[in-house]
């Protein structure tokens, strides 16, 4: 039983935790990395940015890349855990709308379907809403401790930005 009093989490409810944030974090730092150090580079991910409609693409290559490291770290350590979430969800949220909702479900769907992408969005939701668990910083600094609260500084923010960003910036290409 997940209780809002993280010091009295059995052991393990916190591993539990702990492991879902730690490879949620590990795959947005390692795919924020990719985007800055490895393949094209931020030269690369803003040409595909813009081919997805997203201009400029080198604004939106940094913005992703940075968001993607920086909350994937702010997972690992559990600080500042929904404001993290809210970073996962606002990301994938994008992606599913700019890039894999249009490719159908699976992911080995030519182009990408959106089942990974909405599985990176149900679990930051999750994550976000329970909370960073007691192996974490936010119960070291006794912060981000009400799943109510949580709940609102995750979902809210995440989907807002999403459309904003999306509203301002995204045009997609002509078919």
């Not at 979902?155 to 078919?175: C, D, E, N, Q």
Request: proline share 5%; hydrophobic share 55%.
């Amino acid at each position: 039983m997940i209780t809002t009093n993280l010091a009295q989490q059995p052991v393990v409810v916190s591993f539990g935790l702990f492991a879902i944030r730690a490879i949620i974090g590990f795959v947005m730092a390692a795919h924020g990395y990719n985007h800055v150090f490895r393949g094209g580079k931020i030269t690369g991910t803003a040409g595909w940015f813009e081919s997805l409609g997203m201009k400029p693409g080198v604004l939106h290559a940094w913005t992703a890349s940075l968001t993607e490291l920086a909350v994937g770290i702010m997972l690992i350590l559990g600080i500042g855990t929904p404001l993290a979430a809210t970073g996962v969800l606002g990301v994938m949220l994008v992606a599913l709308i700019t890039n894999h909702l249009k490719n159908g479900f699976f992911i080995f769907r030519p182009g990408e379907g959106y089942e990974y992408v909405l599985t990176i969005i149900v679990v930051a939701i999750g994550i976000g809403c329970i909370g960073a668990g007691s192996w974490s910083l936010d119960h070291v600094f006794k912060i981000f401790q009400s799943p109510t609260i949580n709940a609102a500084l995750t979902v809210a923010p995440g989907a807002i930005g999403a459309a904003l960003l999306l509203m301002t910036f995204w045009r997609p290409p002509s078919k």
